[in-house]
Protein backbone atom coordinates (compact mmCIF):
# COMPACT_ATOMS: atom_id res chain seq x y z
CA UNK A 1 0.00 0.00 0.00
CA UNK A 2 1.62 3.05 -1.08
CA UNK A 3 2.05 5.88 1.99
CA UNK A 4 1.11 9.48 1.78
CA UNK A 5 3.04 11.08 -1.43
CA UNK A 6 3.22 15.52 -1.70
CA UNK A 7 4.66 17.02 -4.18
CA UNK A 8 7.25 18.61 -5.01
CA UNK A 9 9.60 17.88 -2.34
CA UNK A 10 11.28 21.53 -2.84
CA UNK A 11 10.18 24.25 -3.61
CA UNK A 12 11.98 28.01 -3.86
CA UNK A 13 9.97 30.92 -4.88
CA UNK A 14 10.51 34.96 -4.51
CA UNK A 15 8.71 36.84 -2.32
CA UNK A 16 4.91 37.68 -4.04
CA UNK A 17 4.99 34.99 -6.14
CA UNK A 18 2.42 31.80 -5.76
CA UNK A 19 3.14 28.50 -4.85
CA UNK A 20 0.86 25.33 -4.86
CA UNK A 21 1.39 21.83 -2.52
CA UNK A 22 -0.12 18.99 -2.97
CA UNK A 23 -0.65 15.53 -1.34
CA UNK A 24 -1.86 12.64 -2.17
CA UNK A 25 -3.42 10.52 0.99
CA UNK A 26 -3.29 6.80 1.21
CA UNK A 27 -6.24 5.27 -0.46
CA UNK A 28 -9.47 5.44 1.18
CA UNK A 29 -8.39 7.61 4.06
CA UNK A 30 -11.53 10.50 4.75
CA UNK A 31 -9.74 12.46 6.56
CA UNK A 32 -6.55 14.39 5.75
CA UNK A 33 -4.57 17.23 7.77
CA UNK A 34 -2.18 19.97 6.48
CA UNK A 35 1.11 20.84 9.22
CA UNK A 36 3.79 23.30 9.00
CA UNK A 37 7.42 23.25 10.67
CA UNK A 38 8.84 26.20 11.01
CA UNK A 39 12.90 26.84 11.66
CA UNK A 40 12.91 23.75 13.39
CA UNK A 41 10.13 24.55 15.96
CA UNK A 42 7.22 22.21 16.52
CA UNK A 43 4.73 20.87 14.04
CA UNK A 44 1.97 23.37 14.03
CA UNK A 45 -1.74 22.22 13.09
CA UNK A 46 -3.11 24.12 9.51
CA UNK A 47 -6.30 22.38 8.45
CA UNK A 48 -8.04 19.50 8.62
CA UNK A 49 -10.56 18.06 5.97
CA UNK A 50 -12.76 15.22 6.31
CA UNK A 51 -13.85 13.86 2.42
CA UNK A 52 -14.13 16.88 0.67
CA UNK A 53 -15.36 19.58 3.69
CA UNK A 54 -13.18 21.55 5.72
CA UNK A 55 -13.87 19.91 9.16
CA UNK A 56 -11.36 22.67 11.17
CA UNK A 57 -9.00 25.56 9.40
CA UNK A 58 -7.78 27.15 12.99
CA UNK A 59 -4.56 26.87 12.38
CA UNK A 60 -4.35 28.51 8.83
CA UNK A 61 -2.06 31.38 9.53
CA UNK A 62 -4.08 34.10 7.03
CA UNK A 63 -6.32 34.30 3.86
CA UNK A 64 -3.09 33.94 1.68
CA UNK A 65 -3.77 30.37 2.18
CA UNK A 66 -6.26 28.65 0.27
CA UNK A 67 -6.65 24.74 0.33
CA UNK A 68 -9.06 22.83 -1.35
CA UNK A 69 -10.22 18.76 -1.34
CA UNK A 70 -11.74 18.32 -4.48
CA UNK A 71 -13.82 15.13 -4.88
CA UNK A 72 -12.50 13.80 -1.60
CA UNK A 73 -9.07 12.69 -2.90
CA UNK A 74 -5.72 14.88 -3.17
CA UNK A 75 -5.57 17.80 -1.78
CA UNK A 76 -4.12 20.99 -3.08
CA UNK A 77 -2.58 24.20 -0.84
CA UNK A 78 -2.26 27.46 -2.19
CA UNK A 79 0.09 30.46 -0.86
CA UNK A 80 -0.63 33.33 -2.39
CA UNK A 81 1.13 35.60 -2.46
CA UNK A 82 3.84 33.87 -0.52
CA UNK A 83 6.02 36.11 2.37
CA UNK A 84 9.24 35.19 3.80
CA UNK A 85 7.68 33.84 6.94
CA UNK A 86 6.17 31.10 4.83
CA UNK A 87 9.27 29.12 4.50
CA UNK A 88 8.94 26.36 6.08
CA UNK A 89 8.11 22.21 5.45
CA UNK A 90 4.56 21.47 5.24
CA UNK A 91 3.58 18.18 5.77
CA UNK A 92 0.36 16.10 4.94
CA UNK A 93 -0.95 13.31 6.79
CA UNK A 94 -3.94 11.12 6.62
CA UNK A 95 -5.78 8.61 9.05
CA UNK A 96 -8.56 6.46 7.16
CA UNK A 97 -11.18 7.67 9.82
CA UNK A 98 -14.76 5.34 11.30
CA UNK A 99 -14.83 2.93 14.05
CA UNK A 100 -11.46 0.63 15.66
CA UNK A 101 -8.37 1.77 17.67
CA UNK A 102 -6.65 2.27 14.74
CA UNK A 103 -8.94 3.97 12.89
CA UNK A 104 -7.59 7.79 13.31
CA UNK A 105 -3.70 7.18 13.35
CA UNK A 106 -2.44 9.87 11.32
CA UNK A 107 0.44 8.76 8.58
CA UNK A 108 2.50 11.53 6.99
CA UNK A 109 3.93 12.35 3.89
CA UNK A 110 7.15 13.48 3.39
CA UNK A 111 6.59 16.92 3.44
CA UNK A 112 7.34 19.77 0.69
CA UNK A 113 10.22 21.93 1.72
CA UNK A 114 9.17 25.39 0.92
CA UNK A 115 11.99 28.35 0.70
CA UNK A 116 10.78 32.03 0.15
CA UNK A 117 13.31 34.34 -0.80
CA UNK B 1 -6.38 25.85 23.37
CA UNK B 2 -4.26 22.45 23.64
CA UNK B 3 -0.85 23.60 24.55
CA UNK B 4 1.95 20.44 24.91
CA UNK B 5 5.79 21.11 26.20
CA UNK B 6 8.35 18.57 25.90
CA UNK B 7 11.43 18.35 27.57
CA UNK B 8 14.44 18.02 26.85
CA UNK B 9 14.96 19.62 23.81
CA UNK B 10 17.82 17.97 23.13
CA UNK B 11 19.27 14.85 24.56
CA UNK B 12 22.44 12.29 24.75
CA UNK B 13 23.08 9.21 26.13
CA UNK B 14 25.22 6.02 25.36
CA UNK B 15 24.27 3.22 23.50
CA UNK B 16 22.78 0.57 25.49
CA UNK B 17 21.68 2.77 28.20
CA UNK B 18 17.88 3.97 28.68
CA UNK B 19 15.95 7.37 27.25
CA UNK B 20 13.17 9.17 28.97
CA UNK B 21 11.11 12.23 27.06
CA UNK B 22 8.52 13.91 28.78
CA UNK B 23 5.17 15.67 27.86
CA UNK B 24 2.79 17.75 29.81
CA UNK B 25 -0.66 18.75 28.04
CA UNK B 26 -3.08 21.38 29.18
CA UNK B 27 -6.27 20.25 27.92
CA UNK B 28 -7.97 17.28 30.45
CA UNK B 29 -10.13 16.69 27.09
CA UNK B 30 -7.14 15.27 24.81
CA UNK B 31 -7.57 11.46 25.32
CA UNK B 32 -5.07 10.31 22.43
CA UNK B 33 -1.47 10.85 22.84
CA UNK B 34 0.76 9.34 19.71
CA UNK B 35 4.73 9.90 19.78
CA UNK B 36 6.43 10.20 16.08
CA UNK B 37 10.11 9.67 14.99
CA UNK B 38 11.52 11.83 12.45
CA UNK B 39 14.72 10.94 11.07
CA UNK B 40 16.73 13.43 9.41
CA UNK B 41 15.23 14.32 5.69
CA UNK B 42 12.24 11.63 6.30
CA UNK B 43 8.64 11.73 7.24
CA UNK B 44 7.17 11.57 10.87
CA UNK B 45 6.58 8.15 11.62
CA UNK B 46 4.34 7.26 14.39
CA UNK B 47 6.06 4.25 16.56
CA UNK B 48 3.48 4.31 19.70
CA UNK B 49 0.56 5.63 20.72
CA UNK B 50 -1.48 5.93 23.81
CA UNK B 51 -5.10 6.56 24.92
CA UNK B 52 -6.65 8.06 28.15
CA UNK B 53 -8.00 4.55 29.01
CA UNK B 54 -4.45 3.02 29.42
CA UNK B 55 -2.07 3.61 31.82
CA UNK B 56 1.13 2.18 30.06
CA UNK B 57 1.71 0.29 26.62
CA UNK B 58 4.83 -1.66 25.87
CA UNK B 59 5.93 -2.60 21.94
CA UNK B 60 9.69 -3.97 21.91
CA UNK B 61 12.21 -1.65 23.18
CA UNK B 62 9.81 1.36 23.74
CA UNK B 63 7.01 2.37 26.41
CA UNK B 64 4.53 4.96 26.76
CA UNK B 65 3.48 6.09 30.63
CA UNK B 66 0.15 7.82 31.29
CA UNK B 67 -0.76 10.20 34.14
CA UNK B 68 -4.21 11.48 33.02
CA UNK B 69 -4.34 13.50 36.96
CA UNK B 70 -0.95 15.17 36.02
CA UNK B 71 -1.50 15.65 32.86
CA UNK B 72 1.87 14.40 31.76
CA UNK B 73 3.01 11.33 29.29
CA UNK B 74 6.37 10.28 28.79
CA UNK B 75 8.41 8.21 26.44
CA UNK B 76 10.90 5.19 27.18
CA UNK B 77 13.41 3.77 25.29
CA UNK B 78 15.43 0.95 26.34
CA UNK B 79 18.69 -0.73 25.28
CA UNK B 80 19.02 2.10 22.98
CA UNK B 81 20.60 1.94 19.51
CA UNK B 82 22.84 4.00 17.05
CA UNK B 83 19.20 3.92 14.77
CA UNK B 84 17.19 5.10 17.39
CA UNK B 85 19.02 8.71 16.74
CA UNK B 86 16.30 10.60 15.58
CA UNK B 87 13.65 13.89 16.67
CA UNK B 88 10.96 12.66 18.65
CA UNK B 89 7.53 14.18 18.55
CA UNK B 90 4.63 13.79 21.41
CA UNK B 91 1.34 15.12 20.46
CA UNK B 92 -2.16 15.28 22.11
CA UNK B 93 -5.42 14.74 20.62
CA UNK B 94 -9.18 14.85 21.47
CA UNK B 95 -12.04 12.54 20.24
CA UNK B 96 -9.66 9.44 20.35
CA UNK B 97 -6.88 11.21 17.71
CA UNK B 98 -9.92 12.01 15.24
CA UNK B 99 -8.73 15.46 15.97
CA UNK B 100 -5.88 17.89 15.03
CA UNK B 101 -2.59 16.89 16.46
CA UNK B 102 -0.99 19.47 19.03
CA UNK B 103 2.57 18.57 19.05
CA UNK B 104 5.36 19.41 21.75
CA UNK B 105 8.63 21.09 20.66
CA UNK B 106 10.58 18.44 19.86
CA UNK B 107 13.57 15.93 21.28
CA UNK B 108 16.80 15.70 19.53
CA UNK B 109 18.06 12.01 20.60
CA UNK B 110 21.61 11.18 20.09
CA UNK B 111 22.84 7.65 20.80
CA UNK B 112 26.62 7.91 21.12
CA UNK B 113 27.99 4.49 20.25
Known amino acids: EAGVTQFPSHSVIEKGQTVTLRCDPISGHDNLYWYRRVMGKEIKFLLHFVKESKQDESGMPNNRFLAERTGGTYSTLKVQPAELEDSGVYFCASSQGGRGPSSYEQYFGPGTRLTVT | GENVEQHPSTLSVQEGDSAVIKCTYS??????FPWYKQELGKRPQLIID?????GEKKDQRIAVTLNKTAKHFSLHITETQPEDSAVYFCAASGHQGAQKLVFGQGTRLTINP
Open chain 2, 27 to 32: DSASNY
Open chain 2, 50 to 54: IRSNV
